[in-house]
């Protein structure tokens, strides 16, 4: 089957960091692109973060540039976020997402893990 | 960056009844050298994530059922649920896939209740 699960996530001071990971199975891994979305409580959904397959190609939204880090461990199967310089408005859930890959790096997300809730409050 | 809005915000619909969300992309989403619309429609119902419905703005995802469809090209875009099931009450999310370098920029959701 295949399947994403997403761990790590928790409550964090403002200022604080919080590394997220996604295990991945039951499909090739390191031959796609995966992706980081995350949707704030009773609010829609934000793309956050894009890897390639080989980790040469990286992406974020503005918001997070400079403080969030995505990487990834094909060896593994894993996907990761470090988020530093955490902020209240960090505070969603985070899913990660894995695209059809028909469109290469141009693809809809067809994959999703459940979901990790970060929660960034003093 | 591309913004993309929908409407209604919420609709309500009758057992059985259409259903139509429309999309709408502040650039085109059309690549001419391939005529693809890079726009994906998915369903999220409460505590769950999104699932993918629709992409290439009106390619069914294997397991969807017939009864969603997905049409348009360019800027503008229709999700339409036939005959409205029980099932189908949730949010409805666009999302376009074209930009350069990649942002898969979210539509804010429709909800879909039964009236």
């Known amino acids: 089957e295949v399947q994403l699960v997403e761990s790590g996530g928790g409550l964090v001071k403002p200022g604080g960091s919080l590394r997220l990971s996604c295990a991945a199975s039951?499909?090739?891994?390191?031959?796609?692109?995966m992706n980081w979305v995350r949707q704030a409580p009773g609010k829609g959904l934000e793309w956050v973060s894009s890897i390639s397959s080989s980790s040469t190609y990286i992406y974020y939204t503005d918001s997070v540039k400079g403080r969030f880090t995505i990487s990834r461990d094909n060896a593994k199967n894993s996907l990761f976020l470090q988020m530093n310089s955490l902020r209240a408005e960090d505070t969603a859930v985070y899913y990660c997402a894995r695209p059809t890959g028909d469109g290469g790096s141009y693809s809809a997300f067809d994959i999703w893990g459940q979901g990790t809730m970060v929660t960034v409050s003093s | 960056d591309i913004v993309m809005t929908q409407s209604p915000d919420s609709l309500a619909v009758s057992l059985g009844e259409r259903a139509t969300i429309n999309c709408k992309s502040s650039q085109s989403v059309l690549y001419s050298s391939n005529n693809k619309n890079y726009l994906a429609w998915y369903q999220q119902k409460p505590g769950q994530p999104p699932k993918l419905l629709i992409y290439w703005a009106s390619t069914r995802e294997s397991g969807v059922p017939d009864r969603f469809s997905g049409s348009g090209s360019g800027t503008d875009f229709t999700l339409t649920i036939s005959s409205l099931q029980a099932e189908d009450v949730a949010v409805y999310y666009c999302q376009q896939y074209y930009s350069t370098p990649p942002s898969f920029t979210f539509g804010p959701g429709t909800k879909v209740d039964i009236k």
């Open positions: 039951g499909f090739t891994f390191s031959t796609y692109n």
